[in-house]
């Protein structure tokens, strides 16, 4: 079992739609987690990160987090083609330096 | 500058060659990190520093593969021999801290390695 596993998609939402991400993790020991975006081509860079259970929103992005449940998900609302890219989770055990991160879902928003 | 610097951003090497790889950190971050990117693929961490030591060499994926960091700053990430499989984006990331739990990884632009 991978650490960190997304599904590699594509996953391709229509504009103005609610693009759903989700990522799993293994290490129960897990404490924060990051999304981050990559354009084709370009180098990763940070949306978002969440350590508490529940949701966190900023703008278009909500990042959801549930421990039990070994899972995160990003929801980004009113989906634009400037959105589409690739999706990183990352996760991080507090006191540790590592950043695991998943292969990513690719997220194509159709115009 | 203002963000992490990498060079050379392309490589093109034919295989047993040397490379290195250059990585200049964002002022003041003590935490630097090393990524594996291949074609399609997620991040592969390498190594990880803070300030001039590596605690955790274990995700260099062979001997070929070692790592400086002078200075508390540039580091330098060499393959020796290379082969074709090293082919793949190489990706360093500072943070200013790598203990609490909301440190952002500010990445570079990557070297694109490519053996022949």
């Known amino acids: 079992q991978k650490e960190v596993e997304q599904n590699s998609g594509p996953l391709s939402v229509p504009e103005g739609a609610i693009a759903s991400l989700n990522c799993t993790y293994s290490?129960?020991?897990?404490?924060?987690f990051f999304w981050y975006r990559q354009y084709s081509g370009k180098s990763p860079e940070l949306i978002m990160f969440i350590y508490s259970n529940g949701d966190k929103e900023d703008g278009r992005f909500t990042a959801q987090l549930n421990k039990a449940s070994q899972y995160v998900s990003l929801l980004i609302r009113d989906s634009q083609p400037s959105d589409s890219a690739t999706y990183l989770c990352a996760v991080k055990t507090t006191g540790t330096y590592k950043y695991i991160f998943g292969t990513g879902t690719r997220l194509k928003v159709l115009a | 500058g203002a963000g992490v610097s990498q060079s050379p951003s392309n490589k093109v090497t034919e295989k047993g060659k040397d490379v290195e790889l250059r990585c200049d950190p964002i002022?003041?971050?003590?935490?630097l990190y090393w990524y594996r990117q291949s074609l399609g693929q997620g991040l592969e961490f390498l190594i990880y520093f803070q300030g001039n030591s590596a605690p955790d060499k274990s995700g260099l994926p062979s001997d070929r593969f070692s790592a400086e960091r002078t200075g508390g700053s540039v580091s330098t990430l060499t393959i020796q021999r290379t082969q074709q499989e090293d082919s793949a984006v190489y990706l360093c990331?500072?943070?200013?801290?790598?203990?609490?739990?909301?440190?952002?990884?500010?990445f570079g632009e990557g070297s694109r390695l490519t053996v022949l």
């Open positions: 002022s003041g971050h003590t935490a």
């Open positions: 990331a500072s943070s200013p801290q790598s203990g609490g739990p909301t440190g952002e990884l500010f």
């Open positions: 290490d129960r020991g897990s404490q924060s």
